[in-house]
């Protein structure tokens, strides 16, 4: 702009005079941030009215509910079933005496004679041996055919033996068959559980208290034959009855488990 002195207006600088400082004071960039704020506030309405709303759930949409899975239910082991208890058969000897307790006569009572009490813990002394022995030669041969007869021994304390008919002493033993009426003083409850003798391990044996209170059935099988025995108890409390019945291996014409029913019927016969 020309200066109404006529002279040409030049730059402070180019006239000699110093410049002015110039200003660099922040307060003149105020307007321009304010501007470019409300700017920005504008455009973020205006865009927000544009946009759609959230939809409220209503109706069946405002009961639905995150479905909740359910936790898996714990798994066990199914524990395998156990085997149900069994009653073992009851095989050889053992067998034999449940299949015998069955043919023997129930309600036996056999009484020691008084005059035996003289000889309690004593060995008796007959005349004769058979003195103290039953007759029964004769009802056993009713009972099982054949004859009979009686070859040693003698009761209480000891045993009356009988064989068939032919003895021979010299028989060889696994050949041999006999029967046998014993009797022992005492207190019955201990003899009562006296076994036959046997060569392989423990007789078996079996209650058999239908024949007679506390009575027992005892037997074996082993190298020397078959043997089997009814114990049973005097009903006055003097003592043990045993009635035997013994085979050899090699002897086959008489079993044991046959001659004693019919041995403890001839006996009973005798003392009942």
Same mark, same amino acid.
């Given at each position: ?11 402070? /600088?180019?006239?000699?005079h110093? $410049? =002015? !400082?110039?200003?660099?004071? %922040?307060?003149?960039?105020v *307007?321009?941030? @304010? ?6 506030v ?10 759609p ?14 479905r909740?899975?359910?936790a ?6 199914t ?5 149900a208890?069994?009653?073992?058969v009851?095989?050889?000897m ?7 307790a069955?043919?023997?006569? /129930?309600?036996?009572?056999?009484? $020691? =004679? !008084?005059?035996?009490?003289? %000889?309690?813990?004593?060995? *008796?002394?007959? @005349? ?9 030669s ?8 054949g004859?009979w ?6 009761m ?29 003083q ?8 006296a ?8 007789p078996?044996?079996?209650?058999v208290?239908?024949?007679a209170?506390?009575a027992?059935?005892?037997g074996?099988?082993d ?11 005097d009903?006055?409390g ?16 008489y ?5 004693l029913?019919?041995?403890?019927q001839a ?6």
């Amino acid at each position: 702009m020309g200066r109404h002195d006529g002279l040409i207006a030049l730059p402070a /600088t180019l006239a000699g005079h110093e $410049a =002015p !400082p110039r200003r660099t004071s %922040w307060v003149r960039w105020v *307007p321009v941030v @304010a501007l470019a704020a409300t700017a920005f506030v504008f455009s973020w309405l205006v865009v927000g009215a544009a946009l759609p709303s959230t939809p409220t759930p209503t109706g069946l949409d405002s009961t639905l509910v995150p479905r909740q899975t359910a936790a898996a239910a714990p798994t066990t082991a199914t524990p395998t079933p156990l085997a149900a208890p069994t009653t073992p058969v009851p095989t050889g000897m053992e067998a034999s005496l449940i299949d015998l307790a069955d043919r023997l006569p /129930t309600g036996v009572r056999l009484t $020691a =004679p !008084p005059g035996w009490a003289r %000889w309690a813990g004593g060995h *008796p002394t007959y @005349a004769r041996d058979v003195d103290g022995c039953p007759h029964v030669s004769r009802r056993l041969g009713e009972s099982l055919g054949g004859r009979w007869t009686y070859v040693y021994g003698t009761m209480p304390h000891d045993s009356c033996v009988w064989v068939p008919v032919p003895w021979n002493p010299k028989q060889p033993v696994d050949q041999r068959f006999t029967f046998a009426i014993g009797f022992w003083q005492g207190e019955a409850h201990q003899l009562l559980g006296a076994a036959p003798a046997c060569d392989a391990g423990t007789p078996a044996t079996l209650a058999v208290p239908d024949v007679a209170p506390g009575a027992v059935l005892s037997g074996c099988t082993d190298g020397a034959g078959t043997r089997v025995r009814l114990a049973l108890a005097d009903p006055g409390g003097t003592g043990v009855w045993y009635l035997d019945a013994a085979s050899g291996p090699n002897q086959h014409a008489y079993a044991p488990a046959t001659v004693l029913p019919a041995l403890v019927q001839a006996t009973a016969a005798w003392f009942g």
